[in-house]
């Protein structure tokens, strides 16, 4: 069964950084594609970057393009986000999403709030 847990938010000031974590299970994260999506209050669910499954090419939205960068962990299973320069527009919860073939699977979420 495909699992992913979120983890890693908390509340830092504009400028800050977090490193999100995303924990699988049921799957091996080294070959699959991973994405990161986030949530803000009132708004859409949208996509923050994603890592695919063929090496390591790697896609960002253009809000966090430079400040943000996906990764791998080395044989931990474990998809990382790290978060730099932090904005106060970053506050949302933040999810990652397992994208196979035919199915798809989400995590519960970690919330992440940016105090200016």
């Known amino acids: 069964e495909v699992h992913l847990e979120e983890s890693g938010g908390g509340l830092v000031q504009a400028g800050g950084s977090l490193r999100l974590s995303c924990a699988a299970s049921?799957?091996?994260?080294?070959?699959?594609?991973i994405a990161w999506f986030r949530q803000a209050p009132g708004k859409a669910r949208e996509g923050v970057s994603c890592?695919?499954?063929?090496?390591?090419?790697?896609d960002y939205a253009d809000s966090v393009k430079g400040r943000f960068t996906i990764s791998r962990g080395n044989g931990n299973n474990t998809v990382y986000l790290q978060m730099s320069s932090l904005k106060p527009e970053d506050t949302a919860v933040y999810y990652c999403?397992?994208?196979?073939?035919?199915?798809?699977?989400w995590g519960q979420g970690t919330q992440v709030t940016v105090s200016s």
């Open positions: 999403r397992y994208i196979g073939d035919t199915y798809s699977s």
């Open positions: 049921g799957f091996s994260v080294d070959d699959s594609t």
């Open positions: 890592i695919r499954r063929n090496g390591d090419m790697s």
